[in-house]
């Protein structure tokens, strides 16, 4: 008969976490959200340390290399999507590892014969301003020009006209050769007024281009706990299925990606364990994280099967319906303990210490800090990073302001029938819904308030570390009275209080 579990199912908003004592050096000030984003011995520092305790989740809708440099730069960590052709993967990784703080590799590129309409249209897909013109068309082509979307007006401009007509060539250009510091592009932009200053190598070929809005500050002192390589390059993960992998890692680890994850709704079962093994066997030194799971022993088959990170949750995600349509998943908090429990274990016995990642039901910023108190090393949202700015989907207008859109992986949208294992090469029935969440503006404002927010209540718990706020918090469960209670009982105020 079938094994019951008698503990109750139980989610994060059961949950509330007890004030500890505040002691003097305890601030926000002081906090240190670094973490280990994979596996390392027991009282040594793990090979990739992210400098928050944030990821963004492995979907279309979501972890965009625009999302990713953004997410990089604020300390955390994008998985690239794998629901699209290997090529397309790997140059989205290459995107990101391009880009540093003021270089930047152009991706607005057209030939000068190119239609100016052709131009607008490219412009509005990248939501540059500023355009590249090469011989080519390409990045890295011998640059003949410049043009600005001031040059491109619909309605003054003959749009068929080529784009050679309304760019500034580059004899008529500043520009810099390959090995000018980002110092001293800084000051040419300052001193000669430059919006722009393009870096060329000898024969004239783009290399990259340099913006004004980056000369006040460099990117170390603008994102002082950004994420980067021993090369100071960004770093970005990638997600990968048990079905390509063996094509598409070796692409994805020579575009430069610093992780990579195994994508499924189900990450107990034999595929991903020969998937992981195949992995360590011919690339040992790149990290590879595994999931989903919800139980110990599930995590312990990772674990052991060589997984650096292992993700928690199935169900639980806001565009989810799996537990609706196959009975499956688990509470977030309980599935969070348990696999907490048996990471600890498993460290315990092999002195080997394997993150976990608590993956999807995080719904208010409260539920990061619930998550993290109960063991979790870090965690990876979805709704949350696809309302930014960065994210993938359209930004439209509705009569109660903008929303953005967002559809899960086993929506009919994505069409991923690698992550759920339906059989064949479709999907047969949705585990995924099509929808929108609230626009939420630019990624680094709106995780600045979340991470505000975090550092708040670990300071209220006592706590300046996120090993130490493990350790010691407490918890306390919630009775639908005392749920009631949190919220606010008198008419909210719809207008601003006057200042004076």
């Known amino acids: 008969m079938a094994q ?40 040594e520092t793990a090979a990739i340390m992210l400098q928050s305790p944030f990821t963004s989740a492995i979907m279309q809708a979501v972890s965009t290399p625009e999302l990713a440099i953004a997410l990089a730069r604020n300390g ?82 003959d749009l068929a006209g080529p784009v050679s007509e309304r760019m500034v060539p ?4 500043a520009h810099a050769r390959c090995g000018i510091t980002l110092a001293e592009a800084h000051a040419r932009l300052r001193d000669e007024r430059l919006h ?11 290399q990259h281009l340099v913006f004004s809005p980056d000369h006040g500050r460099t990117g170390r002192q603008r994102f002082p706990h950004r994420l980067v390589d021993a090369g100071k390059r960004l770093r970005v ?57 919800v139980d110990g022993e599930a995590f312990t088959f990772l674990a052991e099967a060589g997984a650096d990170f292992v993700k928690v949750g199935v169900g639980g995600g806001s565009i989810c319906i799996t537990r609706d ?31 976990i990642c608590s993956d999807g039901a995080l719904v208010h910023d409260y539920h990061v800090a619930l998550a993290l108190a109960m063991g979790a090393d ?41 992550r759920y294992g339906q059989g064949g090469r479709h999907l047969l029935f949705e585990e995924g819904v099509d929808g929108y969440v609230p626009y939420a503006g ?18 209220s718990c006592g706590s300046t570390t996120l090993p130490r706020f493990r350790a010691t918090a407490r918890l306390t469960l919630v009775s639908e009275q005392s749920l009631n209670e949190s919220q606010a009982t008198v008419t909210v105020r719809d207008t601003p209080t006057p200042l004076s």
């Open 237 to 293: 993960g990638a997600g990968i299925n048990t079905h390509d992998y063996q094509e598409r890692v070796p692409a994805l680890l020579q575009a430069g990606a610093d992780a990579l994850c195994f994508d499924s709704s189900d990450g107990y079962s034999d595929w991903q364990a020969q998937a992981l093994a195949w992995v360590k066997k011919h690339y040992p030194d790149i990290p590879v994280g595994g999931g989903n799971v």
């Open 442 to 459: 630019d990624l680094s404002e709106g995780l600045a308030l979340s991470v505000a927010k975090l550092k708040t209540t670990m300071v």
């Open 170 to 173: 580059v004899a008529e250009l």
């Open 76 to 157: 955390g960590l994008s998985f690239l999507h794998h629901n699209q052709p290997v090529a397309d993967q790997a140059a989205a990784v290459r995107r990101v590892k391009s880009f540093t703080s003021g270089f930047v590799t152009s991706d607005t590129n057209v030939r000068p014969d190119a239609p100016l309409s052709l131009l607008a249209d490219l412009m509005r897909t990248t939501g540059h301003r500023t355009a590249a013109v090469t011989h080519d068309g390409t990045a890295r082509g011998r640059l003949l020009g410049l043009v600005t979307s001031r040059a491109v007006h619909p309605r003054r401009h």
């Open 325 to 355: 349509q196959k009975g499956i998943g688990r509470g977030q908090a309980s599935a969070v303990l348990d696999v907490a429990a048996a990471r600890d274990a498993f460290c315990e016995r092999t002195g080997a210490y394997v993150p």
């Open 378 to 418: 870090f965690v990876m949202m979805g709704r949350y990073f696809a309302g930014f700015d960065q994210a993938a989907g359209a930004k439209l207008p509705t009569r109660d302001g903008f929303v953005k859109e967002y559809w899960g992986e086993g929506s009919n949208r994505a069409r991923n029938w690698q």
């Open 196 to 206: 722009c200053l393009p870096v060329l190598d000898g024969e004239g070929h783009l």
């Open 4 to 43: 019951l579990i008698a503990e109750v199912s139980r989610t994060f908003n059961e949950f509330l976490l007890l004030p500890n004592r505040t002691r003097n050096h305890c601030s926000t000030a002081t906090v240190d959200l670094r973490t280990p984003l994979v596996r390392h011995m027991a009282g």
